[in-house]
């Protein structure tokens, strides 16, 4: 009921092209969160999402929040080796507490 | 500015022992969450504390406990060790409620 589905799992790119994942969930949502984890480090905050239909820019990468605030997606433009790393959605529940997804990892071929 | 720091970095245990991990969150920042990542896997959430008390727990077994002290920095500890276990454990922190969170560089505990 809570959990939110992320696909794909792993995504293999070429430098350059671009990528996107989606965060999916059964029930609507009051905002939805997107962090970044390079391989060995720690989820780093990108951005929260609140409002329907939202689209947000930073740099190469543009947030979606669906209409129904249900799906959001997250897309990067010509991607760079510096990209690499698994990227969460995560949206907050009753109790206080962050649900994350499962991510997706991307990787880069020079 | 410092950001959030645990501590230790990396902990190895063995089954049935008992850890104490710590945390000391961004200054100024009230709330303390704890976290559960295993490889591959998102991180899972453990408790989030908040003025010192408890918010909100997720699906963990009771060998899992956690407290905040008066400076908001906060301790997860774990009895009865099992391989299961063996996780990163990421704290984060934030001003209160389940806004942004902050995570530490996490420890790494491996139950042998």
């Known amino acids: 009921g809570q959990q939110v589905m992320q696909i794909p799992q792993y995504q293999h790119v070429q430098e350059g092209e671009d990528f996107t994942t989606y965060c999916n969930s059964s029930?609507?949502?009051?905002?939805i969160q997107w962090y970044k984890q390079r391989p060995g480090g720690h989820p780093v905050f990108l951005i929260q999402?609140?409002?329907?239909?939202e689209v947000k820019k930073q740099k190469r990468l543009t947030f979606q929040f669906g209409e129904a605030k249900k799906n959001s997606s997250l897309h990067i433009t010509a991607t760079q080796t510096t990209d690499v790393g698994t990227y969460f959605c995560?949206?907050?529940?009753?109790?206080?507490?962050?649900?994350f997804g499962s991510g997706t990892r991307l990787s880069i071929r020079p | 500015d410092a950001g959030v720091t645990q501590s230790p970095t990396h902990l190895i245990k063995t089954r049935g022992q008992h850890v104490t991990l710590r945390c000391s969150p961004i200054?100024?920042?009230?709330?303390v969450s704890w976290y559960q990542q295993v490889l591959g896997q998102g991180p899972q959430f453990i408790f989030q504390?908040?003025?010192?008390?408890?918010?909100g727990r997720g699906n963990f077994p009771d060998r899992f406990s956690a407290r905040q002290f008066p400076n908001y920095s906060s301790e997860l500890n774990v009895n009865a060790l099992l391989l299961g276990d063996s996780a990163l454990y990421l704290c984060?922190?934030?001003?209160?409620?389940?806004?942004?969170?902050?995570f530490g560089p996490g420890t790494r505990l491996t139950v042998l």
């Open positions: 995560a949206r907050d529940s009753s109790a206080s507490k962050i649900i």
């Open positions: 984060a922190s934030s001003w209160g409620g389940p806004d942004t969170q902050y």
């Open positions: 504390y908040y003025e010192k008390e408890e918010r």
């Open positions: 200054s100024g920042h009230k709330s």
């Open positions: 029930t609507t949502l009051s905002n």
């Open positions: 999402l609140v409002k329907s239909g």
